[in-house]
């Protein structure tokens, strides 16, 4: 009989699966089997990806662009990573200091194993990306998480992390807009946290993915803006998925220190080698042509989060901070928890997000997936018509708990 823990290692048993991608599969499986499953769980647009973008794919392909590039990604596309920054930003990098990934998430991990040795701690704020926690630990650190508060619109609070500082702190993780509550992080709290990191010699790493979905005026704060000193402690991480809807692409990147992104290429030469050679042009042509698609996106969005928040909050017991950024809606279903469907409990946040599966064929991903049980994650990267009807839905099923 074959035995997990004679021929898995250590670290794979201590890393579950991804909660979203299993929650989406399964609502595709159902919908394939013939079940009317409205699908909330899936994190990416449902906008096609620009047409030019598609086409300069499509030339890279029948000009033989198909072969291997350097492992960090093309120098055209790090270029346009750095250029990109410099016109929306102001920071100055250059193409050394860009790693180009298959994906934001293949970014993400490869800075975790060139920075993190056994023991070292990161610091993760909660509610968090569902992968952050699992990437530290395959590294060898320890993910160390860090509460926020429904009651602050998720803001991070930098006396909270004051409090779980230690002599083994190594980095923190900032994502804003954020997966899965859309909140974005004032800049005076970060400026607090920036003093913070300075002082601690801790690594930022800025998961930027959604900044493009801000839904506030001007640009979304971001530590380099309230503390430039950090730019030699910070390592950006970004890419095309959700700005120009791209998520198939798998194209990401990540900027920092010339060190860190050197070692980050020296792990990606010994594992993916570079990212398809033809997406990496797509990713150049979104870069750098035509940007009202992220523009497009965000007026698309505004009333389908207006609608979700505005239903939500109408929901007796539900409560929900207005997202701020991205493409998510995270209330809080607590008050539910305890009651009964036909003699089944619902004692948490997985079993209420399976019960809108089973009975009101409504797909979402359970907020104990993202560090913060008392909520449930939903995507309005869907049609206005579909929320209307999956609110409707919801709103029946929460009635027949008793």
């Given at each position: 009989?074959?035995?997990?823990?004679?021929?898995?290692?250590?670290?794979?048993?201590?890393?579950?699966?991804?909660?979203?991608?299993a929650v989406?599969?399964?609502?595709?499986?159902?919908?394939?089997?013939?079940?009317?499953?409205?699908?909330?769980?899936?994190?990416?647009?449902?906008?096609?990806?620009?047409?030019?973008?598609?086409?300069?794919?499509?030339?890279?392909?029948?000009?033989?662009?198909?072969?291997?590039?350097?492992?960090?990604?093309?120098?055209?596309?790090?270029?346009?990573?750095?250029?990109?920054?410099?016109?929306?930003?102001?920071?100055?990098?250059?193409?050394?200091?860009?790693?180009?990934?298959?994906?934001?998430?293949?970014?993400?991990?490869?800075?975790?194993?060139?920075?993190?040795?056994?023991?070292?701690?990161?610091?993760?704020?909660?509610?968090?990306?569902?992968?952050?926690?699992?990437?530290?630990?395959?590294?060898?650190?320890?993910?160390?998480?860090?509460?926020?508060?429904?009651?602050?619109?998720?803001?991070?609070?930098?006396?909270?992390?004051?409090?779980?500082?230690?002599?083994?702190?190594?980095?923190?993780?900032?994502?804003?807009?954020?997966?899965?509550?859309?909140?974005?992080?004032?800049?005076?709290?970060?400026?607090?946290?920036?003093?913070?990191?300075?002082?601690?010699?801790?690594?930022?790493?800025?998961?930027?993915?959604?900044?493009?979905?801000?839904?506030?005026?001007?640009?979304?704060?971001?530590?380099?803006?309230?503390?430039?000193?950090?730019?030699?402690?910070?390592?950006?991480?970004?890419?095309?998925?959700?700005?120009?809807?791209?998520?198939?692409?798998?194209?990401?990147?990540?900027?920092?220190?010339?060190?860190?992104?050197?070692?980050?290429?020296?792990?990606?030469?010994?594992?993916?080698?570079?990212?398809?050679?033809?997406?990496?042009?797509?990713?150049?042509?979104?870069?750098?042509?035509?940007?009202?698609?992220?523009?497009?996106?965000?007026?698309?969005?505004?009333?389908?989060?207006?609608?979700?928040?505005?239903?939500?909050?109408?929901?007796?017991?539900?409560?929900?901070?207005?997202?701020?950024?991205?493409?998510?809606?995270?209330?809080?279903?607590?008050?539910?928890?305890?009651?009964?469907?036909?003699?089944?409990?619902?004692?948490?946040?997985?079993?209420?997000?399976?019960?809108?599966?089973?009975?009101?064929?409504?797909?979402?991903?359970?907020?104990?997936?993202?560090?913060?049980?008392?909520?449930?994650?939903?995507?309005?990267a869907t049609?206005?018509?579909?929320?209307?009807?999956?609110?409707?839905?919801?709103?029946?099923?929460?009635?027949?708990?008793q």
């Amino acid at each position: 009989m074959f035995s997990e823990k004679f021929v898995l290692s250590d670290r794979v048993l201590q890393v579950a699966p991804s909660p979203t991608l299993a929650v989406n599969a399964k609502a595709k499986a159902l919908r394939a089997a013939g079940a009317d499953i409205l699908n909330f769980s899936v994190g990416e647009p449902d906008m096609p990806t620009p047409a030019h973008v598609c086409a300069a794919g499509k030339k890279a392909i029948e000009e033989g662009r198909t072969r291997y590039t350097p492992a960090a990604g093309i120098p055209e596309l790090r270029e346009a990573v750095c250029a990109k920054l410099k016109q929306e930003h102001g920071w100055e990098y250059k193409p050394e200091e860009v790693q180009i990934s298959c994906g934001g998430k293949h970014g993400l991990f490869n800075i975790f194993q060139a920075v993190l040795n056994p023991g070292d701690e990161v610091l993760i704020p909660a509610p968090y990306w569902v992968s952050y926690p699992p990437m530290v630990q395959l590294a060898g650190g320890t993910p160390v998480i860090v509460p926020l508060q429904q009651d602050r619109q998720f803001d991070i609070d930098p006396a909270v992390v004051a409090r779980y500082v230690t002599s083994k702190t190594k980095a923190i993780v900032l994502n804003s807009p954020s997966n899965p509550t859309g909140a974005v992080y004032s800049l005076a709290a970060l400026a607090e946290v920036a003093k913070m990191a300075y002082e601690g010699g801790w690594l930022v790493v800025s998961d930027d993915m959604y900044e493009e979905l801000y839904y506030g005026e001007g640009k979304v704060p971001h530590i380099l803006h309230a503390d430039p000193r950090l730019k030699d402690q910070t390592v950006l991480s970004n890419g095309v998925s959700k700005a120009f809807a791209m998520t198939g692409w798998r194209i990401g990147y990540s900027i920092g220190p010339r060190e860190v992104i050197r070692a980050m290429n020296k792990i990606q030469s010994q594992s993916t080698s570079n990212p398809a050679a033809p997406s990496q042009y797509a990713a150049l042509a979104a870069l750098t042509g035509p940007q009202d698609f992220p523009h497009q996106m965000r007026e698309a969005f505004l009333p389908r989060r207006a609608f979700f928040v505005e239903s939500l909050e109408s929901i007796p017991g539900v409560s929900c901070v207005a997202p701020m950024g991205a493409f998510y809606v995270f209330p809080n279903f607590s008050a539910y928890y305890g009651k009964k469907f036909k003699g089944t409990a619902i004692d948490g946040s997985v079993a209420l997000a399976d019960y809108f599966l089973d009975e009101a064929q409504v797909a979402s991903v359970p907020g104990a997936a993202f560090g913060a049980d008392d909520f449930i994650r939903f995507s309005f990267a869907t049609s206005l018509t579909t929320i209307e009807r999956g609110m409707e839905r919801i709103k029946q099923a929460l009635a027949a708990l008793q």
